[in-house]
């Protein structure tokens, strides 16, 4: 595959992420044992599907540090050209939180802040998110979230994005939202935010592109080639799983292109 590819969600768990209990329904349903993937392994996935740059995220949850801000950022100061780092914040400390997102920009270089509603039941129209909207927004750096049902055996509700994200993308204009796992069962909703906010983008994470919605996929093909991003949720998924069968998605070389990378690299900021 000659396509540049940007992989917008990516993890590099640690073992006290992998003995997390709601991991449960996603390690029956891949086969994952509860082993932390080593790094080569890592590298490795990314080599065999062509991805160039993974983002890879921190993960905080109401117990505390999963995988910390400062792990994300060793991780991309060893392998400065092929990760690029996705900051995460404790919802509970809303002035930690604000600190937090300007130290892993301004000092770290990360490019983005993830918060998974899941994780947290919270939906993202919650006050506690709102401090995190506004860092995020003096940096000039997208939150992303999750959208649509859950893997974990944790609520589904806050993920769904009527009302709640519609209501974040209406009080902040200026907020660039990248919602992640295509966000099933609620796609017209999904495209329905798409086609009303210009700030907020789809990504296709823990899906294999074959299966896809294909009211997704006619989006992609058209008016939204600008607004879809390739994400695998590694090592849930590998992108080689993820891609396997792009070619039957039938994208136009510029819609490829967009997909694949091109607009990973905008949205981001990153470097050429």
């Known amino acids: 595959m ?3 590819i940007i992989d917008v969600w990516m993890q590099q768990p640690n073992q006290r992420f ?7 329904s996603l390690l029956r349903w891949t086969g994952m044992e509860r082993t932390a993937p080593p790094l080569p392994a890592t590298l490795g996935a990314m080599d065999e599907a062509g991805v160039r740059v993974g983002l890879v995220s921190a993960w905080h949850g109401p117990n505390g540090v999963l995988i910390s801000n400062d792990e994300v950022a060793g991780l991309v100061a060893g392998h400065p050209d092929r990760f690029a780092g996705v900051a995460t914040v404790d919802l509970t400390d809303p002035v930690g939180a604000v600190r937090e997102i300007r130290r892993c920009v301004r000092d770290l270089g990360f490019v983005g802040v993830r918060v998974v ?14 401090p995190a909207y506004v860092a995020c927004v003096e940096e000039d750096v997208p939150f992303c979230t999750q959208i649509g049902h859950t893997g974990p055996l944790c609520p589904s509700e806050p993920g769904r994005p009527i009302p ?5 993308l209406l009080d902040f204009p200026q907020l660039v939202v990248i919602g992640g796992h295509v966000g099933y069962p609620w796609l017209p909703e999904v495209l329905s935010l798409a086609r009303k906010y210009p700030n907020f983008h789809i990504d296709t994470s823990a899906y294999a592109v074959h299966r896809l919605p ?20 590694y090592p849930m998924v590998t992108p080689a799983q993820c ?21 990973a690299r905008r949205v981001f900021s990153l470097p050429v």
């Open 2 to 4: 000659t396509d540049e």
């Open 18 to 24: 992998m003995a997390q209990p709601w991991l449960e």
């Open 117 to 130: 509603p899941w994780l947290w039941n919270l939906p993202p129209n919650d006050r506690r998110y709102y």
């Open 164 to 168: 709640y994200l519609d209501e974040v």
């Open 214 to 233: 294909p009211e997704l996929v006619e989006y992609m093909r058209g008016r939204g080639r600008t607004r879809v991003l390739f994400g695998s949720n």
């Open 243 to 263: 891609l396997k069968r792009l070619d039957d998605l039938g994208l136009g070389a510029e819609a490829r292109e967009l997909f694949l990378g091109g607009n």
